[in-house]
């Protein structure tokens, strides 16, 4: 099964790679991780997405814990939450396209944040499923470039991880 | 935060300072462009010995041996590059059994890192997966706290060696040197107590157990809870086993005990371990060298509970029932008021099975065998030393007859790399033993390929005057490899023969020490006794034992822990 990791760790050089190689050195997947310093510039969260049995899962929570510079861990997939990826795609987009695109960008709520003579670059957030759904739905031929940061999350309502 | 001291020191001082403060009496190291700085300062001060290994791996297995048989943090000191590469074996032997130690390593200077300069490694990337953590210092006003962190990190929770890189120029920069009392850390807050209400439960499995098992493990002798457990199996009656790294924790000689359990572990624990109906693990951490195959394991189902500091050893290998995450003394305080009032159930048809299992006396070997036995050098070493010594031991056929003829009374007295399984770790641990245990009884089993892989040390050994007793079972073969290569490999002994073998005898001799050779049954005893006589010297014991001798029992790799090959003599 698909889970989304929820870290707080501390904001210091070396602990993302301690904690991305700790997943490398037992054999975890990572199928995503972003990482940014939170509202507490002494702290970072990490969202990792991984995929594994719950059994797996509950090794990895457990091995992050462990993990010196881990402040909290929570696997947000266990209940209700909220998770957004961005992504910004180019796509070719000449006058005979253009409109098409433009149209197709409305639909998925994505904004075209720069234009140029040949193509126009999107942004668009979402679940990862409904990335994946507007890059489908797209004429493959005119898809020039995709960047994604990969799944963000937070729980929704009173849960709150923080220290 | 208290002050203890104001002042401007140098980060070399600083590193002296905090060594004396966390109350370090040696360090075992060698020197280097990147810590000559931190020399400078051992060499104006006479509170921190430091002892001049013959090669960075010896200072490592040194400083591991020194804190496994004394329960002090173990430190050791090298340089960048080179130094640190020599030392990671060391570190990954002590990071494998959750030794707790302390690694300071040179770096180049800070505005050098990342150039590829002389001496460069990333050390902290070496490193980081053998060490519990590991600091680069970047600021020498970090400096103190870092070792605060890494003394307070090394010894606390499920222990581990943590090391810390310090640049040239930050031994040379200067700030106000204030060694912190205490430390707090957000990120880390091990746990004491155990669930009060998992103890219950657990309690009440014990005291309806009808065929219970206690299996203890490493945890045990790492947490000082010797007495406590020795009080739970005194106070059930229950059987106990212990693993590799759990000897002495609970005392050999003691009818409850039922040896060693796992690969090469006795037919009566293994048998027991799959048959009991309540199973309670103790800092233990069902390695596959234990369970062997764990669905075999699960074949037979019982319930299992399980006591470690460490959340991510429990419901690894094996799921279990009632786990308890906590530090064993604590834990079995808990246990003990509770059984206390309670009375265990009647096992007296279990013990009578336990003893049809020992009937079979699985370690039985030929006792008027013309040719030394190994066996018989380790049952005779036991009876020489009383059963006292400090025994370390290499890696390989001898360290698991060690184990299971050297009967530990005691904890702390056996000394071996388990979970790295590391050659050469013998010699440099003796030497780390016999530091921490000035005047006590220092012995090293080894083989003659395990010692010639950190050999050198003999010169450290003569240094420094340290009178162990090297007991080399000299069966010139890689033995533990030959074992494999006859069972499973249709007896191809590739590359298993040590030809060429030195004469120990000159060797020792050609370090200053003394040495001699043994190789019939009935000179084995008067050596040892003549050897462990001589109080002041080392003595290098070569005994030219059989070379086609096998470790019995032996559960095949894969295979189910009830699947024990047994000697041809049974
Ligand atoms: C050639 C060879 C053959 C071997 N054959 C065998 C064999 O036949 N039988 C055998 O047993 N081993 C054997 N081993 C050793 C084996 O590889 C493992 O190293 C060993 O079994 C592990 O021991 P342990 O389970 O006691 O765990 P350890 O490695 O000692 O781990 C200790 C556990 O205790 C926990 N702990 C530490 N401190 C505390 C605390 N304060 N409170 C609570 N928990 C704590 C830790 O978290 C950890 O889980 C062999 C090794 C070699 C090299
Ligand atoms: C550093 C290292 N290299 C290789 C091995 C694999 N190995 C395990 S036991 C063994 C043979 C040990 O031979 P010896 O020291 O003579 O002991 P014996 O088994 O003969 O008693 C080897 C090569 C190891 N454990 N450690
Ligand atoms: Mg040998």
């Not at chain 2, 060490?131 to 103190?144: G, M, Y």
């Not at chain 2, 003999?458 to 033995?479: A, D, E, F, H, V």
Request: net charge neutral.
């Amino acid at each position: 099964m698909r889970h989304i990791i929820s870290i707080l760790v501390e904001n210091e050089a070396g602990a993302l790679s301690r904690i991305s190689n700790m997943f490398s050195a037992r054999g975890y997947n990572i199928e995503s991780l972003t990482v940014a310093p939170t509202e507490d510039a002494s702290m970072s969260r990490m969202t990792v997405v991984s995929v594994g049995s719950d059994e797996i899962i509950e090794k990895i929570t457990k091995q992050l814990n462990k993990l010196v510079e881990v402040v909290k861990v929570v696997d947000l997939s266990e209940a209700e939450h909220i998770e957004r990826e961005l992504m910004l795609i180019k796509v070719r987009a000449g006058v005979k396209e253009r409109e098409d695109v433009k149209r197709m960008a409305d639909i998925f709520r994505g904004r075209v944040i720069d234009v140029s003579d040949s193509t126009y670059t999107i942004e668009l957030t979402g679940d990862g499923a409904k990335l994946d759904a507007f890059i489908q739905a797209l004429d493959q031929s005119t898809i020039l470039e995709t960047v994604r940061t990969g799944a963000s999350g937070i729980g929704r309502g009173n849960r709150i991880l923080r220290v | 935060m208290d002050r203890i001291k104001t002042e401007e020191l140098s980060g070399a001082e600083i590193v002296i300072r905090c060594l004396q403060a966390e109350g370090v009496d040696v360090v075992f190291g060698y020197p280097g462009g990147a810590v000559l700085w931190i020399y400078d300062e051992l060499f104006k001060q006479d509170k921190v010995r430091h002892v001049l290994v013959r090669h960075e791996q010896g200072a490592a297995h040194a400083a591991d041996g020194y804190s496994r048989s004394s329960h002090k943090v173990g430190v050791c000191l090298v340089t960048s590059g080179p130094g640190l590469t020599n030392a990671v074996t060391g570190i990954a032997t002590a990071y494998m059994d959750s030794i707790p130690m302390v690694i300071i390593s040179g770096q180049v200077p800070t505005h050098a890192i990342g150039e590829d300069a002389f001496q460069e490694c990333d050390t902290v990337g070496i490193t980081r997966p053998c060490v519990k953590h590991n600091f680069l210092v970047r600021d020498v006003k970090d400096l103190a706290m870092t070792m605060k962190k890494a003394f307070h990190i090394a010894t606390t929770g499920r222990p581990g060696p943590v090391l810390v890189d310090i640049p040239k120029d930050i031994t040379v920069n200067k700030c106000e040197f204030v060694y912190p009392e205490t430390v707090s850390m957000r990120s880390y807050n091990p746990v004491k107590k155990g669930h009060a209400g998992q103890i219950k439960k657990a309690v009440q499995l014990l005291l309806e157990a009808e065929r219970p098992m206690i299996y203890s493990g490493g945890g045990v002798v790492l947490s000082n809870s010797s007495a406590q457990l020795i009080e739970l199996v005194k106070r059930t009656g229950f059987p106990i086993t212990n693993t590799l790294m759990g000897l002495g924790a609970y005392p050999a000689t003691d009818e409850q005990f039922l040896g060693m359990l796992g690969m090469h572990g006795t037919y009566e624990a293994n048998m027991a371990m799959q048959h009991c109906d309540v199973l309670i693990a103790i800092g233990a951490r069902f390695d596959d060298r234990v369970i062997g195959n764990p669905a075999h394991f699960a074949q037979n189902p019982r319930k299992i509970i399980h006591i470690d500091i460490d959340p991510s050893s429990i419901s690894k290998r094996v799921k279990v029932d009632v786990p308890i995450v906590g530090n064993i003394p604590d834990v079995l305080d808990d246990f003990l008021k509770l059984i206390k009032e309670s009375k265990t159930k009647n096992i007296a048809s279990w013990w009578k099975q336990i003893g049809e299992w020992r009937g079979k006396d699985c370690l039985k070997y030929d006792r008027k065998s013309k040719i030394i036995k190994p066996q018989f050098v380790l049952e005779k070493l036991y009876e020489v030393t009383g059963g006292d010594a400090f025994i370390t031991s290499d890696v390989g056929q001898h360290q698991m007859w060690a184990a299971q003829f050297y009967k530990f009374e005691k904890p702390r007295r056996w000394i071996n790399s388990g979970g790295l399984g590391t050659m050469g770790f013998g010699l440099p641990a003796a030497m780390g033993a016999q530091m921490a245990n000035p005047g006590a009884t220092v012995a090293c089993v080894t083989g003659e390929s395990s010692i010639q892989m950190c050999l050198q040390e003999l010169s450290t050994c003569k240094q420094y005057r340290l009178p162990i007793k090297i007991i080399n079972l000299n069966n010139k073969y890689m033995g533990m490899v030959r074992q494999w290569q006859q069972f499973f490999h249709g007896n191809r002994y590739s590359e298993s023969y040590m030809d060429a073998l030195p004469d120990f005898v000159k060797l020792a001799e050609g370090y200053g020490h003394s040495g001699l050779l043994i190789d019939k049954p009935a000179d084995v005893e008067p050596a040892l006794r003549e050897t462990f006589k001589r109080k002041k010297d080392l003595v290098f014991l070569d005994f030219l034992t059989d070379q086609a001798e096998n470790v019995y029992p032996m559960i095949p790799g894969g295979k189910g822990i009830t699947e024990m090959i047994l000697s041809e003599d049974l």
